[in-house]
């Protein structure tokens, strides 16, 4: 399978050098542009590392403000990385409007409040989803998961009970400490420009492509 003549040409945009100094405000900004061209632009890669061994995979980010949010199942593959390496990084790639994000931080568990309240903002056929759903352990068959999603749905109809929370359903918040904004530019001159928090001072910097 030959794919290395594929190539996108990238135009010239707006330049990312600017006087901003605070690169979440930064990452709000661009985040907001996304949002009104990107089809999902809170997904997100996240990766870990175990051992030394990186995983990644596609996630959901849920809240924005000085920490990003997102939440899991904390016996997950990625949350067992999380248990034992609390650094983690996470990239927006935004094809619409040639841009990528790249963020390094340290991964903090939510409050059970926090993570209570969110899990009930979402539809009750995700809740339950999250409660039949033991991530990444292996299933004799996709079936099964099928039946036990329909009994504990069951379960809970009369008169609408509350599902549960499960015990092993979590959010993490991830403090940036380097956070990288990218922009494709003509004849692969990208644009790149870097945040590297030192104590509580961002330093910028700009990269070659």
Same mark, same amino acid.
């Given at each position: 399978?030959?794919?290395?003549?594929?190539?996108?040409?990238?135009?010239?945009?707006k330049?990312?050098?600017?006087?901003?100094?605070?690169?979440?405000?930064?990452?709000?900004?661009? &985040?907001?542009?996304?949002?009104?061209?990107?089809?999902?632009?809170n997904?997100?890669?996240?990766?870990?590392?175990y051992?030394?061994?990186?995983?990644?995979?596609?996630m959901?980010?849920?809240?924005?403000?000085?920490?990003?949010?997102?939440?899991?199942?904390?016996?997950?593959?990625?949350?067992?990385d999380?248990?034992?390496?609390?650094?983690?990084?996470?990239?927006?790639?935004?094809?619409?409007?040639?841009?990528?994000?790249?963020?390094?931080?340290?991964l903090?568990?939510?409050?059970?409040?926090?993570?209570?309240?969110?899990? &009930?903002?979402? %539809?009750?056929?995700?809740?339950?989803a999250?409660?039949?759903?033991?991530?990444?352990?292996?299933?004799?068959? &996709?079936?099964?998961?099928?039946?036990?999603?329909?009994?504990?749905?069951?379960?809970?109809?009369?008169?609408?009970?509350?599902? %549960?929370? %499960?015990?092993?359903?979590?959010? &993490?918040?991830?403090? %940036?400490?380097l956070?990288?904004?990218?922009?494709?530019?003509?004849?692969?001159?990208?644009?790149?420009?870097?945040?590297?928090?030192?104590?509580?001072?961002?330093?910028?910097s700009?990269?070659?492509?």
């Amino acid at each position: 399978m030959k794919i290395s003549l594929q190539r996108k040409e990238y135009k010239n945009s707006k330049s990312i050098f600017d006087q901003e100094s605070n690169p979440l405000k930064k990452f709000k900004n661009w &985040y907001k542009e996304a949002e009104k061209k990107v089809l999902e632009p809170n997904a997100f890669t996240l990766s870990t590392s175990y051992k030394n061994k990186p995983s990644s995979r596609m996630m959901l980010l849920k809240g924005i403000d000085e920490k990003l949010i997102f939440f899991t199942n904390k016996i997950s593959r990625k949350g067992k990385d999380i248990a034992s390496n609390k650094f983690a990084s996470m990239v927006f790639w935004w094809k619409e409007i040639d841009k990528q994000v790249r963020i390094e931080g340290k991964l903090k568990e939510l409050p059970k409040k926090d993570t209570s309240k969110y899990f &009930y903002s979402r %539809p009750r056929q995700s809740q339950i989803a999250a409660l039949v759903s033991i991530q990444s352990s292996k299933l004799h068959s &996709y079936n099964d998961l099928i039946l036990e999603f329909k009994r504990i749905e069951k379960k809970y109809s009369k008169n609408n009970e509350k599902i %549960p929370l %499960p015990k092993f359903w979590t959010g &993490y918040t991830l403090d %940036p400490k380097l956070i990288e904004f990218w922009q494709g530019g003509n004849c692969r001159l990208h644009q790149r420009l870097e945040f590297k928090k030192n104590k509580n001072r961002w330093i910028k910097s700009v990269l070659a492509p």
